[in-house]
């Protein structure tokens, strides 16, 4: 992880827009299925302030993912609950990737302009270069896409996945939300114990993994 003032200047940019973008799409999705919540709150907006969580922003901008906000969604205001948190949970992840997605159409379109993303001079290090911060937009927010829809509470995964099961199977997938916290949190641990044994990072294993593959792809040959 890269700890330099230009990094971290441009994580802490790339997450304020992919907060923005996150969370009104929850809020909006939501407010198309019937539930104006977050409207009648006013976080229904661009403005990250809204829905930020202070606490996960600063983590994010450290360790390059994290739980960055929180709009509010109510399924029981919606006109078919399942289907509403369905769409609704889900469009705050494919949100990211649509932002990566946009963010890599000038890589695609001048492939040159991967050479500019790191500059290894003193000014490059404080200050992150163009190239830098399009770049972090394309791999963060992939980074997002990915660790939200992992099946762990409180991600959106968890929700996706319990709006996606029939009922039986949607009843045991509740009964077991604190489990799959306590999950989540052992793979945070874990993760911190990456630096000095990387087997243990299956965090970063599973987020990584996809990631690089969709840029890839993104990038082309």
Partial sequence: MD???AALISRAIVFLVAIAVHEFAHAYVAHLMGDNTAKEQGRMTLNPAANINLTGYFIGVF??????????VNPYRMRNRRLG?????SAGPISNL???????????????????VYDSSPL?????????????????????????????YPL????????AFPPEWAIWWQRNQQNSMYVLFGLFALSFLGARMPALNVLGWLISTPVISIM???FGP
């Fill in 3 to 5: 700890f330099s003032p």
């Fill in 124 to 152: 490059g290090q404080m200050i992150p270069t163009a190239e830098h911060i399009l770049f972090d937009m394309v791999q963060l927010n992939l980074v997002l896409f990915v660790f939200n829809l992992l099946p762990l």
């Fill in 85 to 89: 948190m369905l769409l609704a949970v």
């Fill in 216 to 218: 890839q792809l993104l």
């Fill in 63 to 72: 360790l390059g993912f994290a739980i960055l906000g929180s709009a509010p």
């Fill in 98 to 116: 649509i932002l990566a997605i946009l963010f890599a159409i000038p890589f695609r379109l001048f492939p040159s302009l991967l050479f500019g």
């Fill in 156 to 163: 959106d995964g968890w929700t996706v996945m319990l709006a």
